[in-house]
């Protein structure tokens, strides 16, 4: 059974810096082999529906991100250890959200306009980040 744990959420002043991790389990060389896929983040903020945040593919770890976080985020995977990061820099408080990581059931990520538009096989159970102002 495939699991994806994330951590390193929590509180941070507007300005300040985060770095998600998100530890996928369920993965092995024999079977689903986690350098294959898609892995995205998305965010949901109260109120709002979720959105897609980045995204690296499988193969050849091309990426992608939202406009609202280009050049302030920056998304890396470990193949070898089954983990994904999100470094989030120069955080605003519109960055406030539940952050979830996730595996498409692709290896390629949607366009950037669009990250959430191939479907999810699974998804972590998501983890606070929080920015005040």
């Known amino acids: 059974e495939v699991q994806l744990e994330e951590s390193g959420g929590g509180l941070v002043q507007a300005g300040g810096s985060l770095t998600l991790s998100c530890a996928a389990s369920?993965?092995?060389?024999?079977?689903?082999?986690?350098?294959?896929?898609?892995i995205g983040w998305f965010r949901q903020a109260p109120g709002k529906e979720r959105e897609g945040v980045s995204c690296?593919?499988?193969?050849?770890?091309?990426?992608g991100y939202a406009d609202s976080v280009k050049g302030r985020f920056t998304i890396s995977r470990d193949n070898a250890k089954n983990m994904v990061f999100l470094q989030m820099t120069s955080l605003k408080p519109e960055d406030t959200a539940v952050y979830y990581c996730?595996?498409?059931?692709?290896?390629?990520?949607?366009?950037?306009?669009?990250?959430?538009?191939?479907?999810?096989?699974?998804w972590g159970q998501g983890i606070q980040v929080t920015v005040s102002s």
């Open positions: 690296i593919e499988g193969f050849d770890g091309s990426i």
């Open positions: 996730a595996v498409h059931h692709l290896s390629e990520c949607a366009p950037d306009s669009d990250l959430g538009r191939y479907p999810v096989l699974y």
């Open positions: 369920g993965f092995s060389p024999d079977g689903l082999v986690f350098g294959d896929y898609a």
